[in-house]
């Protein structure tokens, strides 16, 4: 395959804060395209992207999604898009979370009338995070209260983004009526149904918004030496040479390309679909990628001829079984192809391998460096997994999901449900890493971890409707943690069995010391080989066991343990001895230090009518939270603070009651602070 081929393909995700417009935005980019020929809605349950049953009943997206577009702004040829349509909702961020760790771009979707909200604001560090290209889009133009100059504004100030605006919104308030191009100087303007009139610049619309677009040309020199020169030798700054530099300084994050719309009434979904094509990158202008390989690391670029490498990022299950998300970033795979696995050392087969459109999928032979395809009939994938040729096998980077914060105990309502139960939960465990199923060890009662209650509710609905498992739910219970209080040295763990038979024998001294961060860190600082290498590999498992539960029960961090010195026998040394002398040493340190119990914190932000903020601050303190910010907004309020999750369970309800229904919130993990007395 030539590169143009893979200069036509687009990978991109739809982010956003919850109800920004992201499905309705996705279905009206698959309908502009051509990919439907009826427009599906939220509200009425038939999106494309939502095709859950539990999506359509809550009207929410819970899973992400993948569909294919194709697409050919102005001149050029059709370029295939494949894009990801995520939750908005915090709890389902680990949806976000692996999206953006194969995807090559995003479009960030605000809403004009609520600007920049919260999990704008998580969604946008995630994209960051991994040097995503953005463009911006401002939904809900049409909308009482909408601004586009407000929402500039704190993309700025919240985000600390340099938005480009390539245009103009026309219109009052309620009626975006217009759109001026500042690039190709022309004027878009709708009618009835999202029909656009095109209007090239006059001299009357040259004399008006030349200034405006003077602006935008100085703002994007600023970082693109190529547009700087042309501008400073005053020639000709052509809409194709403004593309152009627009590009380059989107790929380099140097700024982010903002568009305004409408999605549910059709409006300025072809600016958009140029602009994904015209600024977000191709898989050719992306990075190469590094793996491990058995000799060190490959850098791999997207060539089809290259070492097959591709990462497993996400697992779905439906009626024709598991469904297994890859995206290749070097070789080429087959149906039929026998590759090796990162998780699985007998290797994997490649029995079906198909494209997906939602929840419909198309058998293909082959995907190539740069697609996103599905393998169907793995039961046992593992989201984060490697697959590469078997005579070179390779390692990319997994995925990382948050550690859930909150449990709920599940009881089968009989007794002869609880396999199926089992077989439900382990099925939702596979498809979602930040959801966690346990044993309680002293009650023997089945415990479900998530991010949340609405991530648990889902998580048991849907164990209710497609496992058909009748279920109780018991008491929540929260993720505490711990931490050393203070650093202690010379810390003994010593294993000694010396009569009769094989004997055991391991010495090992330790040093412990609390962090900053929440890492747990393990250092080897022996030195003249008193300790073989492979012992020092048994202590540290030994003290991250000890690790996994503290003095008061809950797993340690922000730890550094240090191994300084210890002792073998020539003969009775073994793994497992210094396993256990290293978790000797590391509780008899712990208990010497003392430890702090930590407790997770939300950053909750609340929108209230304004009569109700008393009684909504009032509420907030009382569940030991502080408030930060109030921010009026026009006969509402946004409240904003923080407050211990265990304070939080079923605020929702409590909130509802507060404020007569009209109140919402949002909460997601801030981090986690010592529990405070009560």
């Not at 920004?20 to 509200?43: D, N, P």
């Not at 000709?236 to 790929?251: Q, S």
């Not at 009569?611 to 601050?617: E, I, L, M, R, T």
């Amino acid at each position: 395959m030539n590169t143009q081929i893979l200069s036509r393909r687009r990978n991109l995700g739809i982010i956003a804060h919850i109800d920004a417009g992201k499905t309705t935005l996705t279905e009206r980019l698959l309908w502009k395209s051509g990919e439907i020929h009826r427009v599906g809605e939220v509200h009425d349950g038939n999106a494309t992207t939502d095709f859950s049953a539990i999506e359509r009943e809550r009207g929410i997206t819970i899973g992400a999604a993948a569909v294919q577009a194709q697409w050919a702004p102005r001149d050029l040829p059709p370029h295939r898009l494949t894009l990801i349509d995520t939750p908005g909702h915090i709890d389902f961020a680990i949806e976000v979370e692996r999206s953006l760790r194969v995807l090559d771009g995003a479009v960030a979707v605000f809403s004009a009338v609520d600007g920049v909200q919260p999990q704008s604001e998580t969604v946008w560090r995630q994209a960051r995070r991994h040097r995503v290209p953005l463009i911006a889009f401002v939904n809900k133009m049409d909308r009482v209260g909408a601004s586009f100059e407000r929402v500039l504004e704190q993309l700025r100030d919240k985000l600390q983004a340099r938005p480009w605006a390539l245009g103009v919104p026309l219109g009052s308030e309620s009626d975006f009526s217009g759109w001026v191009d500042l690039v190709d100087e022309r004027v878009l303007q709708w009618r009835d149904g999202g029909v656009v009139t095109i209007t090239p610049w006059d001299d009357a619309a040259r004399s008006q918004w030349q200034p405006r677009r003077d602006a935008l040309v100085e703002a994007v020199a600023d970082h693109d030496e190529g547009l700087a020169d042309a501008w400073l030798e005053g020639r000709v700054i052509d809409a194709e040479l403004l593309r152009a530099a627009l590009r380059r300084a989107t790929l380099a994050g140097a700024g982010v390309p903002v568009l305004a719309g409408a999605a549910f009434k059709d409006k300025g979904i072809e600016a958009l679909l140029d602009a994904v094509v015209d600024y977000l990158p191709s898989p050719l202008d992306r990075p190469a990628v590094t793996a491990e390989g058995e000799a060190g690391d490959v850098l791999l670029p997207p060539d089809p001829e290259g070492p097959l490498a591709g990462l497993l990022f996400k697992i779905t299950h439906q009626q024709h079984g598991a469904l297994s998300f890859v995206r290749l970033y070097s070789g080429t795979l087959k149906a039929g192809d026998a590759v090796a696995s990162s998780q699985h050392p007998q290797g994997r087969r490649v029995s079906r391998l198909v494209r997906v459109q939602a929840d419909q999928t198309h058998d293909i032979e082959q995907a190539v460096a740069g697609d996103i395809v599905a393998v169907l009939g793995w039961k046992d994938a593992i989201s984060g997994e490697t697959l590469s040729a078997r005579d070179q096998p390779l390692r990319l980077e997994s995925i990382q999901a948050q550690a859930p914060v909150l449990a709920w105990r599940l009881e089968p309502a009989r007794a002869a449900d609880l396999i199926r139960m089992a077989q439900g939960l382990a099925s939702l465990a596979q498809e979602d890493p930040s959801f966690r199923v346990e044993t309680d060890r002293e009650s023997g009662e089945t415990l479900v971890w998530g991010m949340g209650e609405l991530h648990l509710e889902v998580m048991v609905e849907r164990l209710r409707s497609e496992w058909k498992v009748d279920v109780g739910i018991g008491s929540p219970r929260v993720a505490y943690q711990e931490t050393p209080l203070r650093a202690v040295s010379g810390v003994v763990g010593r294993v000694v069995k010396q009569s009769g038979g094989q004997g055991q024998f391991a010495h090992v001294v330790l040093d412990v010391a609390p962090r900053e961060d929440d890492q747990v860190v393990f250092n080897d600082r022996i030195v003249g080989g008193v300790i073989p290498r492979g012992f020092i590999a048994a202590v540290e498992k030994g003290a991250r066991a000890a690790l996994s539960e503290g003095p008061h029960g809950h797993p340690v961090v922000g730890i550094e343990v240090t191994l300084v010195d210890g002792q073998t026998h020539a003969k009775d040394s073994s793994d497992m001895a210094f396993h256990r002398a290293g978790s000797e040493a590391v509780r008899a340190a712990l208990a010497s230090a003392g430890t702090q119990v930590l407790e997770p914190v939300m950053a909750v932000t609340v929108h209230s009518p304004s009569a109700s903020v008393g009684d909504v601050v009032g509420d907030l303190n009382r569940r030991h939270g502080r408030v930060a910010r109030i921010e009026d907004q026009e006969g509402r309020a946004e409240v904003s603070g923080f407050a211990p999750l265990a304070q939080l369970v079923g605020y929702t309800t409590a909130l509802r009651s507060l404020s007569q229904g009209r109140a919402s919130s949002e909460a997601h993990l801030h981090g986690y602070e010592p529990v405070r007395a009560a």
